[in-house]
């Protein structure tokens, strides 16, 4: 269209209530549409103008894998290690976006006195060692590994030996 730029995908002047812009997710590498929809409305009007493909948990293998990796290694149920993977994607969901600046946040609190205020400051340590169990093959040494390269130390990873090979492919 006239007013989009060259390297634009969708034109502006097109998307309209009668029909609102698709957003896809990619899966694989390929762009797939969802069997359902979530829609933005837009502000002004109260009317639907993109509609973004939700994902749907049951379509994604990636947990039966994950949970199937974690049974090999640890005397866990499918239950079990299916938890442990769930855990770990909500704490990567969590810190995905714009959480993690959050982390190193200080804080002042207010004393019992005019002019009396605690301070505390988060610094990052450094060099860090994470020495890991068997039973949690996936959570702890994920969730201690990301949180210390959230903070800006540099950690050195021990895995438990029964599970080290298994926790390598992991985190690759």
């Not at 029909?19 to 997710?25: G, H, I, K, S, T």
């Not at 804080?107 to 019992?112: K, Q």
């Not at 990052?124 to 800006?152: R, S």
Request: proline residues 8%.
């Amino acid at each position: 269209s006239i007013h989009s730029p060259p390297f634009a995908t969708v034109a502006a002047e097109e998307i309209s209530v009668s029909q609102p812009a698709e957003v896809l997710n990619l899966v694989q590498g390929k762009w797939k549409a969802s069997s359902s929809w979530n829609s933005i409305v837009d502000p002004l009007n109260g009317y639907p103008f993109i509609n973004v493909a939700e994902v749907q948990e049951a379509e994604i293998k990636v947990e039966k894998f994950f949970s199937r990796l974690i049974q090999r290694v640890s005397p866990k149920s499918y239950t079990q290690a299916l938890g442990e993977v769930q855990v770990t994607r909500k704490f990567l969901e969590n810190f995905s976006g714009d959480q993690v600046r959050f982390l190193a946040r200080s804080f002042a609190v207010p004393g019992n006195h005019l002019g009396q205020q605690s301070n505390g400051y988060r610094w990052p340590y450094g060099p860090v060692a994470i020495i890991t169990p068997f039973n949690f093959p996936l959570e702890i040494p994920l969730l201690q590994l990301m949180g210390a390269l959230y903070m800006g130390n540099k950690p050195v990873l021990k895995v438990d030996s029964k599970v080290n090979t298994y926790a390598f492919n992991i985190m690759l």
